[in-house]
């Protein structure tokens, strides 16, 4: 984050007076302390490349700071943030255009999304918690970059399908067949795993 941070003392990007620019600046370092870890691991679930997903989080903040002299005070919401986010990851997937390979993140993200803690850390629970978190992170990473990407922008970064569609540029529909196509090899994957013994 530092580096990003850092960006801030570099002023050719907008010609602004010294007090504008100062106003500018705490509203960017606001900006990026509330939705820093968030758009990383938005983009991180994305492109599954820590130095991918750094260079795409940085790049999303310096938009992010040009964009700040067109917007209103209170136009840096978290779905435009996260926006320009995807939009970014989208458009480096499709320049590479390769399959990605599926990164092996089971306990950063299970931390993520379960606090374990030494109150309710029974080991046998967390063990099949955390084994449960890596199929079902396996069989996302296992799908087709199209599908893969509705998936985590629809339910792991809760936008809604007209949002995906906006930042896709595909019809709302098109979203809502992906969706559908996803989830069902989801559960063609998953099923078997989590099928009642």
């Known amino acids: 984050m530092g580096a990003v941070v850092n960006l801030l ?3 050719p990007w907008i010609g602004l007076s010294s007090e504008a620019e100062r106003d500018l600046k705490a509203e960017f370092e606001e900006i990026l302390e509330l ?3 968030r758009v990383y691991r938005l983009i991180y679930r994305m492109v599954r490349d820590e130095s991918d997903a750094a ?3 940085q790049e999303t903040f310096i938009r992010v700071y040009r964009a700040l002299p067109r917007l209103r ?3 840096a919401c ?3 943030v996260r926006r320009i986010a995807a939009n970014l990851c989208v458009d480096h997937i499709r320049r590479r255009r390769t399959t990605m390979a599926a990164a092996d993140a089971a306990e950063c993200s299970y931390r993520e999304n379960h606090d374990i803690t030494a109150e309710h ?6 063990f099949m918690e955390a084994e449960r978190s890596r199929l079902v992170h396996r069989a996302v990473q296992a799908l087709p970059p199209d599908y ?3 998936i985590i922008l629809h339910h792991l970064e809760d936008m809604r399908v007209d949002e995906i569609a906006e930042v896709l540029r595909i019809p709302a529909g098109t979203v809502k067949s992906r969706l559908s196509r996803a989830r069902q090899a989801l559960h063609r994957r998953l099923a078997p ?4 013994q």
């Open 9 to 11: 003392r570099a002023r």
């Open 35 to 37: 939705h820093y870890k």
């Open 55 to 57: 260079d795409l989080t």
């Open 73 to 75: 005070a209170d136009g």
């Open 78 to 80: 978290s779905a435009w």
């Open 121 to 126: 850390a029974d080991p046998a629970h967390a």
């Open 148 to 150: 893969r990407t509705v």
């Open 193 to 196: 795993h989590f099928a009642p």
